[in-house]
């Protein structure tokens, strides 16, 4: 399958890459990573990136954006984006061919041609397999790009998709000239807002005896605390240290629906996301709801997963 990409690569002149909405360092690493080797090896080839920027990743990079007229006879390639609802930029099915290259359960198959690898870590993890397929060049952008997308998506080493190939790729990555230190400041980077919230999640986090757990941010309690929907992504897996739990669920009010970031130490929980509009990893997925009535499904579902 990597050759065969490879080989509808090099056959469009304008190659366009889309990822998932609500982006996060895989969604932006892979994306924008795969956009630097091609840029750097097809010096010819127009190369373009689309989806709505999040702040909280400046540090790391931003899409270029695209015309409409350009994905005529435009190969697309999405990364990192397991269902068709969750492609950020809905101009993905208007080019001539369409890849897909994702790293989760392959539920929704869309595209012309698919490479699904769910033993990968990460997206950007299958990005550097890619090129060393192809054996293309490295650059220290493209480096930085792949190794901060293994970073975010791995939880810095600690989730269980952190496999041998995954430090195989990471020591590789590290050969090349970027600043790591300045890349983790920006990641992990909370202001003094995030850290009063943090504090009123902790003590307004809810959970049962079997370890099934909660905490609702509404937009009322985001604007207390003058936090952003994307500045809340990085508390998501802070409320693992709580002691006894198992499964948990961060729902964040936005202005027309509710944000679910669902996480687990076992229990499978992306089949609870596929329930509510939503997907991702076994053990750590997202969702979307509409309102706080749907919230008590969810909640439910993850009390029976952890009984």
């Known amino acids: 399958m990597k050759q065969e990409i490879i080989r509808k690569i090099e056959q469009y002149d304008t190659i366009i890459v889309h990822r998932h909405v609500r982006p996060d360092e895989d969604a932006y690493g892979s994306q924008l990573g795969l ?17 709505l920027h999040s702040a909280p990743l400046d540090y ?12 005529e006879g435009a190969l697309v390639i999405v990364t990192d984006t397991a269902n068709t609802d969750r492609v950020d930029d809905k101009r993905y099915t208007t080019g001539a061919y369409l890849i897909k290259i994702d790293h989760h359960p392959n539920d929704d198959q869309y595209g012309d041609m698919r490479w699904v690898n769910t033993a990968a870590s990460s997206c950007s993890e299958m990005i550097f397999d890619l090129a060393k397929t192809a054996s293309w060049t490295l650059t220290a952008e493209s480096a930085r790009y792949l190794f901060a ?5 791995t939880g810095r080493f600690q989730y269980p998709s952190t496999t041998e190939v995954t430090f195989g790729t990471v020591a590789e990555l590290i050969e ?20 009063q919230l943090q504090g ?15 905490i609702k941010l ?5 604007k207390q605390f003058d936090v952003t929907v994307e500045e809340t992504n990085n508390l998501v897996p802070s409320l693992g240290n ?14 027309d629906q509710i944000r679910v970031r669902l996480r687990s130490k076992g229990p499978v929980i992306n089949t609870i996301a596929k329930q509510f509009r939503g997907g991702g990893h076994p053990v750590a997925a997202g969702a979307t709801i509409y309102d706080w009535a749907e919230a008590a499904d969810v909640i439910q579902a993850i009390e029976a997963v952890c009984e």
């Not at 630097?36 to 990136?49: C, D, F, G, Q, W």
């Not at 509404?218 to 985001?222: E, N, S």
Request: glycine content about 10%; hydrophobic content about 35%; aromatic content about 14%.
């Open 35 to 51: 956009a630097s080797l091609l840029r750097t090896n097809y010096p010819h080839k127009e190369i373009y990136t689309t989806g």
């Open 60 to 71: 790391l990079g931003k899409p270029t954006g695209v015309e409409d007229v350009t994905y």
């Open 149 to 153: 997308g293994i970073v975010g998506d």
């Open 176 to 195: 090349y000239d970027f600043d790591r230190s300045t890349l983790f400041n920006g990641m992990y980077e909370v202001s003094c807002n995030v850290l």
């Open 200 to 214: 009123y999640i902790y003590q307004n986090f809810s959970m049962n005896k079997n370890g099934a757990g909660y």
């Open 218 to 222: 509404t937009k009322d309690v985001l």
């Open 242 to 255: 709580a002691k006894g739990i198992v499964a948990w669920a961060m729902f964040v009010e936005e202005e």
